[in-house]
């Protein structure tokens, strides 16, 4: 815990969390501007759903991409793509270099991420992954292809696809994984999609402004029971059967139960633990999410079809990183409506599984600067040398430092539109125009960018070495987090049910 003097506004220009709540912002205000019929996000190129056949007999880049607005139909479905390209390219690059990341290695790592992702998110798209054979708004696009198999998967295949190739990538060709990792950013990409997502609950809250409370008061009182346990259990049994020191056990418990890397290096910052500690924490929580990630939404899709808002709240106390988590909820998101469509022939509305996973995590995220600001004066005042009882001082503006600030810019788009509703309702409609799309494709294109770069990031073989602590997170995570954390899910959540689409 450092005693230097900070200012407020340290970081604003410089953090990857602060360019999260930028970049998100700035999505946001050029969304707004349909209220003064001005387009400013229509130009962003969408994957269509198409069939192998068709493309090859008949081959057209209509086919595979359009623009989100019909106010940009006449533009080549290649321009929008490139004007997309273009526009991250430039605003990330900003945001990098800021960051005091090497720009011409993040030009390069970024157009080969971003090229990937376009690809895997096309692929996705194909009929035989993502058709549904059910009437949805009048349509059967299962139908519509005429086809004769299908895995059904929805948009959920993207994402799964996305993840895969970028675990391929890193672990099977690590030298490439080398030159693109700069621009492998997830937990810059997801969080501004949250931020985004605040667009989406702002809307769900126009139409059900008693559930999405209740969400979320849902989501607050489950984070605080489930934290309450988790911490002080792994503690606990880390320092009694694994003989962990009290350093170890302190930011492995905050890794696991709070919010994966940012909590572990957080709490090693707090209690001045070697810089090896929070390095082999979050090796273990980025690798694991990798299992939880590709495990859990699907185990709790089969398992469990009919309680969607108590699965997405269970993957927010389960899995660790925001990146992770929203990942794992957007897959979730996916899968339990494509399977709901299939078994009932009804639509729940997109985002309310996805924002019970976020809502969870975004909780459990504020516990970050509070409890580091609290285990370094327990750390302090414990010290058995006695050396740094006196000589430090610990200072209340840690909390606003540790603080993330993405969920600061999540929840001011939330209440902007809770005001637009209450005080404006007359530009309510021209809002949502260019909303649908910030946290529509904006936001999937983020996601699917997330996908990738977790997979680019996570090399498997840096287990090797962590026995003890592994054996340690592998035994807590899926023998005492994740079953307690979805009964405190079901406890708070059960009964909750998404909206259908007329």
């Known amino acids: 815990m450092t005693t230097t003097n900070k200012k407020w506004y340290n970081g604003m220009l410089s953090t990857e969390d602060w360019w999260s709540a930028w970049l998100g912002l700035f999505f946001f ?21 198409w069939e192998f056949s068709n493309l090859i007999n008949d081959f057209s880049w209509s086919k595979l991409i359009k623009t989100s607005s019909k106010n940009y139909k006449d533009w080549h479905p290649l321009w929008s793509l490139f004007f997309t390209y273009f526009v991250f390219l430039g605003l990330t690059s900003i945001g990098a270099y800021f960051q005091g990341r090497n ?15 376009w690809l895997v998110w096309i692929l996705g798209h194909e009929a035989h992954f993502a058709a549904i054979d059910a009437v949805v708004k009048g349509k059967n696009k299962y139908e519509g292809f005429d086809l004769s198999w299908g895995l059904q998967l929805g948009g959920g295949f993207s994402f799964l696809l996305s993840l895969t190739v970028g675990l391929i990538i890193g672990n099977f060709f690590k030298g490439f994984a080398n030159k693109i990792k700069e621009a492998a950013k997830p937990e810059w990409f997801i969080k501004t999609a949250i931020v985004l997502l605040g667009i989406k609950l702002g809307m769900m809250t126009m139409k059900a402004s008693s559930f999405t409370y209740e969400l979320a008061l849902a989501g607050a009182a489950a984070a605080f029971v489930a934290y309450l346990l988790f911490w002080p259990v792994i503690y ?3 320092r009694k059967f694994f003989k962990l020191n009290r350093a170890s056990a302190a930011v ?9 890397v940012s909590a572990s290096i957080a709490t090693a910052g707090a209690i001045k633990a070697k810089p090896l500690i929070p390095i082999a924490v979050s090796t273990l929580i980025v690798v694991f999410a990798m299992f939880e990630l590709v495990i859990l939404p699907p185990v709790y899709t089969n398992i469990a079809p009919n309680q969607p808002i108590v699965n997405g ?17 957007a897959i979730l998101d996916e899968l339990m ?26 909780w459990i995220d504020v516990f970050i600067g509070i409890w580091s600001f609290i285990l370094a004066i327990i750390w302090i005042k414990n010290d058995k040398k006695g050396s740094n009882k006196h000589k430090e001082k610990i200072r209340w503006s840690e909390i606003w430092f540790r603080f993330p ?27 949502k125009i ?34 003890r602590l592994t054996l340690l997170y592998a035994l807590a995570l899926f023998a005492f987090i994740a079953p307690l954390g979805y009964l405190i899910a079901y406890i708070f959540h059960h009964g909750m049910m998404p909206p259908i689409l007329k």
């Open 29 to 49: 205000a050029l969304g707004l501007l349909t209220i003064w019929q001005m387009d400013a996000v229509g130009w962003i190129a969408k994957p269509k759903t």
């Open 103 to 117: 720009l011409k290695k993040w030009f390069f790592g970024f157009s080969v991420i971003f090229g990937l992702t």
């Open 236 to 238: 606990y049994v880390g």
């Open 252 to 260: 492995l418990s905050s890794g696991i139960s709070i919010c994966g």
């Open 313 to 329: 709240a269970a993957l927010g106390m389960t899995v660790k990183t925001d990146g992770a988590d929203a990942a794992a909820g």
């Open 337 to 362: 409506i494509a399977k709901h469509i299939k078994n009932k022939g009804e639509k729940w509305e997109e985002g309310w599984i996805l924002s019970a996973a976020i809502l969870t995590k975004i």
């Open 405 to 431: 600030k993405f969920v600061l810019a999540y929840m001011l788009v939330w209440i902007l539109y809770l005001a637009m509703m209450y005080f404006f309702p007359n530009i309510i409609h021209d809002a």
């Open 434 to 467: 260019g909303g649908n799309i910030t946290q529509g494709t904006f936001r999937k294109f983020l996601f699917m960018l997330t996908f990738l770069s977790i997979g680019v990031i996570t090399d498997f073989s840096k287990l090797k070495g962590m026995g």
